[in-house]
C-alpha cells in the first residue's frame, strides 16, 4: 500500500447563495495519478483552489504526510510543495522562459541584481528533466502552446513539488503532444511526485490514472481504483 500524502477532511467552502463543496473528502497517495472528474459546477476547480491557497475554505483540514497544514494563500501552498497549473496558462508572453520560471521569486546577484544568468542555468536542468530542448533565454510568445504548457511544469518544478495539480491540461494539445505529456507526468510520478489530474476525457483517466475521484453538484460521490 502506497503512504498517504495529502488528505482533506471535511472541506466546506460557500460563496453568496451557493454551497461550492459540501463536506468534501479527498485523499492522495504518494507517487499517484488522481483523476478527478465531474462535470461543470461540480466543485472540482473550487476544490483545487483551496488545496492551492486561492480560497479559504469555510471549514474543514488539510494534512500533508501526516501533519496539519494551513494554507491561507498561494504562498503557504508552495511552501507546502503544493502547484496548480491552470487551463488557463498564466505565463508573460514578453518574457523568457526563465523569467516566467522565476517570476515573483527572482534569483539576485550579491549586489541585489536579478541574476538572468543563474536564472537560466538553473532553468536548463529542469527544461531537461521534462525533455525540453530549448534556450531558456527564448520568450514564452515564440512558443507553441505544447510548449508553454511544458513551461507551466517546469515552472512548477522549479520549487520542491510534492503535489502537482493539473487542470484540464490536454484542452489545447494534439495527440502527438498529449502523448509527450503523459510522458511526462509519468517520469514525474516515478520520482515521487504526485498528480492531481482533472479531466473530461474518460479515456486520459483511464490511460494515465491510478484512482478516480468523482464529485457532483459539490459533494464527493466516490474514489475507484481505474482498473
Excluded at 501552498?77 to 496558462?89: C, D, F, K, S, T
Excluded at 538553473?122 to 533565454?137: D, H, M, T, W
Aim: hydrophobic letters at 40%; a neutral charge; charged letters at 25%.
Amino acid at each position: 500500500m502506497n503512504q498517504v500524502l495529502l488528505r482533506m477532511k471535511n472541506i466546506r467552502k460557500t460563496f453568496p447563495g451557493v454551497l461550492a463543496l459540501d463536506n468534501i473528502d479527498f485523499e492522495l497517495e504518494s507517487g499517484e495519478i488522481h483523476g478527478m472528474l465531474g462535470e461543470n459546477g461540480a466543485g472540482k476547480s473550487t476544490l483545487i483552489n483551496v488545496l492551492g491557497g486561492i480560497y479559504i475554505p469555510d471549514r474543514g483540514e488539510i494534512i500533508i504526510n501526516g501533519q496539519k497544514t494551513q494554507i491561507n494563500g498561494v504562498k503557504d501552498a508552495q511552501e507546502a510543495g503544493i502547484a496548480v497549473i491552470h487551463q488557463e496558462l498564466v505565463l508573460v508572453p514578453h518574457m523568457s522562459i526563465a523569467e516566467n520560471v522565476f517570476l515573483g521569486r527572482e534569483i539576485k546577484s550579491p549586489a541585489g541584481l536579478v541574476d538572468k544568468k543563474r536564472m537560466e542555468r538553473e532553468s536548463v536542468e529542469i527544461l531537461k528533466r521534462v525533455g525540453l530542448e530549448i534556450s531558456p533565454s527564448v520568450p514564452v510568445r515564440s512558443l507553441s502552446v505544447a510548449q508553454q504548457q511544458m513551461v507551466e511544469v517546469v515552472k512548477a518544478l522549479s520549487v520542491e513539488t510534492k503535489v502537482l495539480i493539473m487542470d484540464e491540461p490536454t484542452s489545447s494539445l494534439t495527440k502527438r503532444e498529449i502523448d509527450a505529456l503523459f510522458a511526462i507526468v509519468e517520469s514525474l510520478c516515478a520520482q515521487g511526485i504526485s498528480v492531481i489530474y482533472i479531466s473530461h476525457r474518460m479515456e486520459e483517466i483511464f490511460r494515465i490514472g491510478d484512482r478516480v475521484t468523482v464529485m457532483r453538484d459539490g459533494k464527493y460521490v466516490g474514489t475507484v481504483n481505474v482498473k
